[in-house]
């Protein structure tokens, strides 16, 4: 038994490992491209990417022109093409789990949504309910909540049936906009001092996909 009908779940480092293996390598690229004269650790990655978030990191940080900024876009879309993320272990099977009793599951991320279902297609994976990522205008993204107000309004949902999960707080804004559960995946293995801010932010939060599993999927009664 569900104890949430709709997963709305975030792209990486979420489901799939994907910082380490994917983007943070990729970044370097680009900022070899672009900024040769800065260099930044993965452990600031991450935290650049949880405070003020990869696109502020972006102009604040790296202080990238429009023009820079679609470069990067470019590149990042062009790396995945052929460096996919894995499925952290667990989530194929937990993603299988909810669909096979009857629930939904959707992809809210800042990742392009073709790229994410590219991921789950390579991974074979079925792709989700529903997918909205980057290509949608900046109004439309996390942590506003147009996604989540969007997926409800399409399967008649009510915020007591919807978890939004999520590595970050953007998630967790969306999900308190509209009076939706949030919990906090730290099972990507979650930097001390951005677990440490993020548990407040959360109603529950998992340090593993098994402890997920355990709460969504209900003994029957």
Same mark, same amino acid.
């Given at each position: 038994?569900?104890?949430?009908?709709?997963l709305v779940l975030d792209h990486d480092d979420t489901t799939v490992d994907s910082t380490r293996a994917v983007n943070y390598p990729?970044?370097?690229?680009?900022?070899?491209?672009?900024?040769?004269?800065?260099?930044?650790?993965?452990?600031?990655?991450?935290?650049?990417?949880?405070?003020?978030?990869?696109?502020?990191?972006?102009?604040?940080?790296?202080?990238?022109?429009?023009?820079?900024?679609?470069?990067?876009?470019?590149?990042?879309?062009?790396?995945?093409?052929?460096?996919?993320?894995?499925?952290?272990?667990?989530?194929?099977?937990?993603?299988?789990?909810?669909?096979?009793?009857?629930?939904?599951?959707?992809?809210?991320?800042?990742? +392009?949504?073709?790229?994410?279902?590219? &991921?789950?297609?390579? *991974?074979?994976?079925? !792709? #989700? /309910?529903?997918?909205?990522?980057?290509?949608?205008?900046?109004?439309?993204?996390?942590?506003?909540?147009?996604?989540?107000?969007?997926?409800?309004?399409?399967?008649?949902?009510?915020?007591?049936?919807?978890?939004?999960?999520?590595?970050?707080?953007?998630?967790?804004?969306?999900?308190?906009?509209?009076?939706?559960?949030?919990?906090?995946?730290?099972?990507?293995?979650?930097?001390?001092?951005?677990?440490?801010?993020?548990?407040?932010?959360? +109603?529950?939060?998992?340090?593993?996909? &098994?402890?997920?599993? *355990?709460?969504?999927? !209900? #003994? /029957?009664?």
């Amino acid at each position: 038994m569900l104890r949430y009908r709709c997963l709305v779940l975030d792209h990486d480092d979420t489901t799939v490992d994907s910082t380490r293996a994917v983007n943070y390598p990729q970044f370097l690229e680009a900022l070899a491209r672009y900024r040769p004269e800065l260099h930044i650790s993965e452990e600031q990655f991450f935290r650049y990417c949880y405070d003020p978030g990869f696109y502020p990191m972006c102009e604040q940080v790296l202080r990238y022109s429009p023009e820079e900024m679609a470069g990067h876009v470019a590149m990042w879309k062009e790396y995945h093409k052929t460096h996919h993320p894995r499925f952290f272990p667990g989530i194929p099977e937990l993603l299988r789990r909810q669909r096979a009793e009857g629930g939904l599951y959707c992809v809210v991320s800042h990742s +392009d949504a073709d790229v994410i279902a590219a &991921a789950y297609e390579e *991974a074979g994976v079925p !792709l #989700p /309910d529903v997918i909205l990522g980057a290509e949608q205008p900046p109004e439309r993204r996390k942590p506003h909540p147009w996604p989540l107000e969007a997926i409800m309004d399409r399967f008649g949902l009510t915020p007591a049936e919807v978890l939004v999960v999520d590595d970050m707080p953007h998630g967790g804004q969306m999900a308190r906009a509209v009076g939706a559960a949030f919990a906090g995946a730290g099972w990507y293995g979650m930097l001390p001092d951005i677990e440490a801010s993020m548990r407040p932010k959360c +109603d529950i939060f998992f340090s593993t996909v &098994a402890a997920f599993a *355990a709460y969504q999927f !209900l #003994p /029957d009664t």
